[in-house]
């Protein structure tokens, strides 16, 4: 018996990812994929996926789906509860699910995206390379919605050696890591990006992260007399700022190319953390 997945209920945002579709920006296609790609492999490795297996990626849970066959799956990203048929089963493990039961991902306790990795991973179609919903470009499968069945493959590895993974809590002020450049030359005071504390802003998804001063810190500005940036490429995680002064991180679904000058660049790692802030969360911007 094949084995799938029907949603119920999609939360605000719920899509399937995988690692994405790069060495498409030539074209005008962004990476796509996971926006925390660390949460997304954790799920796929408890149950003995690939990494690059496709999974559901939600947003502050609200996530509920019935499933057909049996099924093994895991939940990763922040703590948040699970429950199977409304019995809490736990994030961060992976569950044994039989046929017909109901699973939930509420809301994690902090963060927003959780990720649900079923062994097989989900077979929906390609689309250049990819699995990933691409909610820039309109590429790969359009986000989830009640009704909508998720097929389970067969894109499984041997079993894990460990069923269950440590679960890491975010820090109450979100500390982001990056190297300045290249065009940090074209601000006032490129220090100003490292000073104070940052807030997230509404405004926020899988684009990008919007960031506000929350503080009273004066912000980075442009400098004059310099002229009009022209297009150029934008790489994830990069940080740009606008004339307002007020910074953007790029996440998986970011343009390929923009105006404003990328002035900083978040490591990998960081760009996973930045994938979790919240509107009104905490941030700084660590210069190394």
């Given at each position: 018996m094949t084995a799938s997945l029907t949603v119920l209920a999609p939360g605000p945002f719920s899509s399937v990812q995988d690692l994405g579709r790069p060495g498409h920006a030539h074209l005008g296609v962004p990476r796509s994929g996971g926006a925390d790609l660390s949460s997304l492999t954790?799920?796929?490795?408890?149950?003995?996926?690939?990494?690059?297996a496709a999974a559901v990626e939600t947003t502050f849970g609200g996530w509920s789906a019935r499933v057909s066959g049996r099924v093994l799956l895991a939940?990763?990203?922040?703590?948040?509860?699970?429950?199977?048929?409304?019995?809490?089963?736990?994030?961060?493990?992976?569950?044994?699910?039989d046929d017909g039961a109901v699973v939930t991902?509420?809301?994690?306790?902090?963060?927003?995206?959780?990720?649900?990795?079923?062994?097989?991973?989900?077979?929906?179609?390609?689309?250049?390379?990819?699995?990933?919903?691409?909610?820039?470009?309109?590429?790969g499968?359009?986000?989830?919605?009640?009704?909508?069945?998720?097929?389970?493959?067969a894109d499984a590895e041997h079993w894990p050696a460990a069923p269950f993974a440590p679960v890491g809590e975010l820090p109450e002020v979100l500390d982001l890591t990056a190297d300045l450049g290249p065009r940090d030359d074209r601000l006032d005071d490129a220090r100003l990006l490292a000073a104070g504390v940052w807030r997230v802003g509404a405004?926020?998804?899988?684009?990008?992260?919007?960031?506000?001063?929350?503080?009273?810190?004066?912000?980075p500005r442009h400098r004059r007399g310099l002229g009009e940036l022209g297009s150029e490429g934008v790489p994830l995680g990069g940080v740009q700022v606008p004339p307002s002064g007020q910074p953007v991180v790029?996440?998986?679904?970011?343009?390929?190319?923009?105006?404003?000058?990328?002035?900083?660049?978040?490591?990998?790692?960081?760009?996973?953390?930045?994938?979790?802030?919240?509107?009104g969360d905490a941030a700084r911007i660590i210069v190394r």
């Open positions: 954790q799920a796929n490795r408890l149950v003995g996926n690939p990494e690059s939940v990763a990203g922040p703590t948040a509860r699970v429950t199977v048929d409304d019995a809490d089963v736990g994030s961060h493990a992976a569950v044994a699910v991902v509420h809301a994690p306790i902090r963060g927003c995206r959780n990720y649900i990795a079923i062994r097989g991973g989900l077979d929906v179609a390609a689309e250049l390379g990819s699995r990933s919903t691409d909610t820039l470009s309109g590429l499968p359009p986000p989830l919605t009640a009704g909508t069945v998720l097929p389970v493959g405004a926020s998804n899988r684009i990008g992260v919007r960031l506000d001063r929350a503080d009273g810190t004066a912000v790029f996440l998986a679904d970011h343009p390929v190319t923009g105006g404003y000058p990328v002035v900083a660049v978040l490591t990998a790692e960081s760009v996973c953390l930045a994938a979790q802030a919240a509107p």
